[in-house]
């Protein structure tokens, strides 16, 4: 029943970060081709391109289009600031180009293309509208343009993240993963050769698929996969859409960790001490952004957790989506005191008790929640 209450938006969504990966495709190429590319740093200090404002703008205004402006509200990562001060008049143009050259194209994943090309004030408008702050009553929107930007500019993995929250549940999430392979041996053989990141594209065989487009719907039991069209194909529902379901790994000893990448936002030391606790004897899969979660949910990896700095404040946009998509794939996420993550509260996770443990099943959860009890007294917070 819930599958069928939200079957549009989904849709609709997958449709939409489908757009949104080939947007993100042509960016990082020309990214990896030159130097002098359009990286702005925002304030606190991680990279923002070309892609971040430009799938922004592009999902912004293909949603207002679809479901009415008035309809829509998106609590969104990135603002106009950036763009609006004098020196960043190249930015906004290639901005406006990169949304534009997305949107004329968006007749391939089935949705419609403006009639004509949109202005600077238009593009400007479609990434200020993204201007909620989320909450507990209504349905919002949540969307992480780039997740992992500084994945994206090294040419490694990244994700474009959708979620849909009504009354501060989430009912669905899209993850899309656009240098996450399809086949499971493709990632074995990335890490087992240890290509470069620069690398990581052109290592990918054909065959193999080189990304993908994860998602679900709460209450469904079911998530799903679809491989990214190639060139100038056409999306014909439903994709080669497949069934994907966690890991049923639950011995630690044979379990793989999953680790964000940058040391800035977690604390590594101890989520090592907390998986040698319990018996992980396999080396960390360290990638950033949430294909952590699609890695989880795909059965490719059986646990991830993430312990922030002191300070430091999780935002929701950074878990929606793939929080959703774990659970029905038969996951289980929650912070590390055991409680679901609270997605009501606004544009952050309040209330989370000290971090994020994300398992493919309940054995492996259980054990880690009780080493985090064993080991770290929620007092030292």
């Not at 090309?117 to 408008?125: M, Y």
Request: charged share 20%.
């Amino acid at each position: 029943m819930e599958m069928d209450k939200h079957a549009k938006e989904l849709e609709v969504a997958v449709r939409v970060v489908h757009v949104a990966c080939a947007l993100c495709g042509r960016v990082q190429e020309r990214l990896l081709s030159a130097s002098d590319d359009h990286v702005m740093s925002k304030d606190d200090d991680s990279p923002v391109t070309v892609a971040d404002l430009s799938v922004q703008a592009t999902i912004s205004w293909l949603l207002s289009e679809i479901f009415g402006s008035q309809n829509v509200s998106i609590v969104a990562e990135e603002d106009t600031e950036i763009i609006s001060k004098d020196d960043s008049a190249g930015l906004l143009a290639a901005v406006v180009g990169t949304v534009n050259e997305s949107l004329a194209s968006a007749h391939r994943y089935g949705l419609r293309s403006p009639e004509t090309t949109l202005g600077t004030a238009e593009v400007l408008e479609a990434i200020r509208r993204c201007n909620s702050s989320g909450g507990p009553g209504g349905r919002h929107w949540v969307l992480d343009p780039v997740d992992g930007t500084l994945g994206f500019v090294r040419g490694d993995q990244y994700a474009v993240a959708l979620a849909l929250v009504e009354d501060g549940e989430v009912v669905l999430g899209v993850l899309g993963c656009p240098n996450y392979p399809v086949k499971t041996e493709c990632l074995d053989y990335h890490y087992q050769n240890h290509q470069t990141k620069s690398n990581l594209a052109s290592a990918i065989p054909e065959a193999w698929g080189k990304g993908c487009v994860l998602y679900a719907s709460k209450g469904s039991g079911k998530a799903w996969l679809q491989p990214l069209i190639a060139g100038d194909s056409i999306l014909e529902w439903p994709n080669y859409a497949r069934l994907i379901q966690v890991s049923p790994i639950d011995d630690p000893a044979l379990a793989t960790l999953c680790e964000p990448v940058e040391k800035a936002n977690s604390n590594h030391s101890f989520t090592s001490g907390l998986a040698q606790s319990v018996g992980v004897r396999k080396q960390p899969m360290r990638v950033h952004s949430m294909v952590k979660y699609a890695a989880i949910a795909r059965g490719d990896a059986e646990i991830f957790m993430k312990f922030a700095r002191s300070g430091y404040k999780e935002k929701i946009w950074d878990h929606a989506a793939g929080v959703v998509i774990v659970e029905e794939a038969g996951g289980v996420v929650t912070d590390a005191g055991g409680r679901l993550l609270d997605f009501s509260k606004g544009m952050y996770l309040e209330g989370l008790d000290r971090g994020i443990i994300a398992c493919s099943g309940v054995t492996l959860h259980e054990k880690l929640i009780a080493a985090v009890y064993a080991s770290w007294d929620s007092s030292n917070l």
